[in-house]
């Protein structure tokens, strides 16, 4: 994984003149989350050696220490304390907390980098929000207030990855790690100090959590008053705090990333992610020092399997048991004898808590969102069943309306049986006024080149019911400014309002054989109130009024005799019918969306002309394994016995709208198109969509309203494509062919 310019600030931290991180190699000055740490628990007297494991960080490779488990599982070697960093801390906390081995690796078995690192899966987004999807957005979201712009302190928040840690440290039942089955601590780094800080209570999760938390990269945690991040860059093969607990002896588990060879640094973010690499490989060899004789160090050889390969979890575990396999020898002398490591192994296992009932459920940490906003989006409530997957899965859903930076909860058992539920909310601290730069670009390598520049504020939570105020500007090829306020009318936002303001000026070009004489603009303003309901989820139902004006101008052109240009005055009632269950906008795998539009031109709310329109657009996916097939079907046309003004135009031709066409060629009142695309995914996605290779089918209709222009009957067109998603946006680069004969290229920036 590339790590952003941005770390390199904590790994400047983690390397202080007066050496702050060495002075705390003494365990007894180890900042920890409370004075346990520095004390050896369990210390009565054994016949055999009290054996750590000591479990390093670095990514994805952490799944060798579940194939080290495996072999000392097999050996019969019991464990008595375990220390973990990072990716170690996972393993070592589930482990600890009385996981079954299998059940383990069947957990960890489904994980990947999306899963992980992809906090808001579209599915949970809301309505509105997926709406946000068809601007292509470059660059974080930043904060706006009276002291500047703000960035939010990680790229990933780490609500996913939360969820997956709840579910492997499910089984703590005591805040003190030492009452686990094994004791366990995690180690993470002050950002504030560059210190190590062993974490040795409180939420299991939450302690793993802050252990894994690198910078830049995942927001950092803060625990007990301190900012936490990744424990590698303080201590990233803990020995020392292995020694704390008493180990006599201890088996370090070494799966450190190895610095890149000279000619592997080709970037400022090469030498950003070496610097990282430098840190904790020092660190790891001074914690090498600390060995012993009576130790087993095991080094995995993990080949190239990187921090971010999450896909490799279970290809790393192999690579883990042949190294431990490789160790056998020196293992075997801690091994027990079979009747003595099933008793310790009967004592290691812990069941899974039974679903108790919940007696009340608490929300803190909110500051402008109106908690009971956040209760009615939970299902759980008092006298039901506790439903971790449930919770979860509602925090994801809270997550996604786009107000949190983060979102937990802890469980309290009480006297009677029954237990609490604490939601512990974290607002964005960037928040509540947001500000994104979204771009699209297109190229036609034939001189038209088009582009938009767009830039989106966002202030929510204008009052207890969670008004929101939205603003866009955009310019280039289409010249916009708008303005809504989406006033919701019950805290489960089941009901809304929405007066939107807009003026909009766009161009429409006249071809002819192919060649484009003359360009004119179509200036609009409009203004519309519309009272919304939600149809679960994924759909809404809007009903309103609209009253505007539009105008046709030339802009660069000859007199067309058969083109007016008129001046007219619109008004008139809409209805809007909208549902989204695409899981991408982008590169969709499964799910459809439909947009229905109705409007009835009247003159008795202050239209010029009488006349009724409908428009139309579908899109729909499927996918099996790597092949993937899309659907669209688009219509713009009258509704009724009235034909459409001119000023209602309908615009096709461009990458996939007709792809054998340039962008606009086909204008016209009535259109419609259908599109079939077959897609292969070369890559799978990641942190991002990753790419695939497409080829489409386009059929389309068009009533042109310029006579010399006149494409008659049914057009047809085809595209090959290469699609790439790109931290900027999806790429694509393709060719369009037209059954007339006509012939594009593209290169095109953002959704099609």
């Known amino acids: ?126 309505l509105r929000r997926k709406a946000e999807g068809k601007y292509n957005y470059i660059g974080p979201e930043m904060g706006l207030s009276t002291g500047g712009i703000s960035l939010p302190k990680g790229a990933v928040s780490g609500v996913a990855l939360e969820a997956v840690l709840r579910q492997l440290t499910a089984r703590q039942r005591n805040a003190n790690f030492d009452r686990l089955p094994i004791p366990f601590r995690a180690v993470a780094t002050d950002l504030g100090t560059a210190e190590m800080v062993v974490l040795d209570h409180g939420s299991l999760s939450a302690a793993v959590r802050a252990s894994m938390a690198l910078p830049a990269i995942v927001n950092p945690v803060e625990i007990n008053g301190r900012l936490l991040v990744d424990g590698g860059v303080s201590r990233n093969l803990p020995v020392d705090v292995a020694r704390a607990m008493g180990a006599q ?118 500051q402008v969102v109106n908690p009971e906003a956040v209760r009615a989006m939970l299902r759980l409530r008092p006298g039901q069943s506790f439903d971790a997957s449930q919770l979860d899965a509602d925090l994801r859903r809270l997550y996604a309306t786009g107000d949190f ?151 660069t052109s000859a007199d067309l005799d058969d083109l007016q240009l008129p001046s007219v005055d619109t008004g008139g009632l809409e209805l809007q019918l909208r549902t989204d269950t695409l899981d991408s906008l982008s590169f969709p795998h499964h799910g459809m969306a439909l947009d229905l539009r109705y409007f009835e031109s009247l003159p008795a709310y202050g239209a010029d002309l009488r006349y009724d329109k409908l428009d139309l657009a579908w899109r729909g996916a499927t996918t099996l394994d790597d092949h993937i097939v899309r659907a669209a079907y688009y219509s713009s046309r009258a509704s009724g016995d009235r034909a459409l003004p001119e000023h209602e135009l309908a615009q096709l031709g461009g990458f996939l709208r007709m792809s054998g066409y340039q962008t606009g060629e086909l204008l016209g009142t009535r259109a419609q198109m259908g599109r079939l695309v077959y897609a292969y995914r070369l890559t799978g996605p990641g942190l991002l969509q990753g790419m695939e290779l497409g080829l489409s089918y386009e059929v389309g209709q068009i009533r042109e309203v310029v006579e010399e222009s006149r494409h008659q009957g049914t057009l047809r067109s085809n595209a090959l494509f290469l699609a790439v998603d790109t931290p900027v946006g999806p790429l694509y680069f393709g060719v369009g062919h037209a059954a007339s004969g006509s012939n594009a290229v593209y290169l095109f920036l953002g959704q099609p």
């Open 405 to 555: 930076e983060s979102l937990s909860y802890t469980l309290a058992d009480q006297a009677d049986g029954s237990q609490t539920v604490a939601v512990q909310a974290t607002e964005k601290s960037w928040g509540p006024s947001y500000l994104r730069v979204g771009l699209n670009l297109s190229s036609d390598f034939s001189g038209n080149a088009y582009f938009n520049l767009l830039l989106a504020h966002r202030h929510a939570w204008l009052n207890t019911l969670g008004a929101e105020w939205r603003n866009e500007l955009q310019t280039g090829r289409t010249d916009r400014l708008g303005t809504e306020w989406f006033q919701p009318l019950d805290v489960e936002r089941n009901m809304f309002i929405s007066a939107q303001v807009e003026t909009r000026r766009e161009p429409f070009d006249i071809f002819s054989s192919g060649q484009r004489v003359a360009r004119y603009r179509r200036d609009e303003t409009t203004a519309r109130l519309q009272p919304g309901l939600a149809l679960g989820h994924a759909a809404e139902l809007r009903a309103g009024l609209l009253r505007g004006r539009v105008q046709l101008n030339k802009d």
């Open 249 to 366: 002896t201890v088996i370090a588990v070494n799966i450190g990333t190895p610095l890149h060879e000279r000619d592997q640094i080709r970037s400022l973010l090469g030498v950003t992610e070496q610097m990282m690499r430098v840190v904790m490989a020092q660190n790891v060899h001074e914690s090498l020092q600390d060995l012993s004789p009576d130790d087993v160090l095991i080094s995995p050889d993990l080949g190239s399997i990187g921090t971010a390969d999450f896909d490799r979890l279970l290809e790393a575990a192999d690579a883990g048991e042949r190294a431990a396999r490789n160790m056998a020898e020196e293992l075997r002398r801690l091994r027990l004898d079979e009747v003595s490591y099933a008793q310790w192994e009967r004592q290691r296992l812990a069941p899974r808590p039974e679903r108790a009932q919940v007696s009340s459920v608490t929300i803190t940490g909110t």
């Open 1 to 126: 994984m590339t790590l952003p310019l941005a770390m390199l600030a904590a790994v400047l931290l983690a390397l202080p003149p007066s050496r702050a991180i060495g002075q705390t190699r003494n365990p007894s000055v180890v900042p920890a989350a409370s004075t346990a740490a520095s004390q050896s628990p369990r210390a009565e007297p054994q016949a055999r050696p009290r054996v750590c494991l000591v479990l390093s960080g670095g990514g994805a490779r952490g799944g060798a220490h579940l194939g080290v488990l495996k072999v000392l599982q097999e050996l019969r070697v019991p464990v008595d304390c375990i220390v973990g960093t990072s990716a170690g801390a996972i393993i070592g906390a589930a482990y600890a907390s009385g996981m079954p081995l299998d059940v383990l690796e069947a957990t960890i078995r489904p994980l990947n980098t999306a899963l992980l690192f992809r906090d808001v899966q579209r599915d949970d987004l809301p």
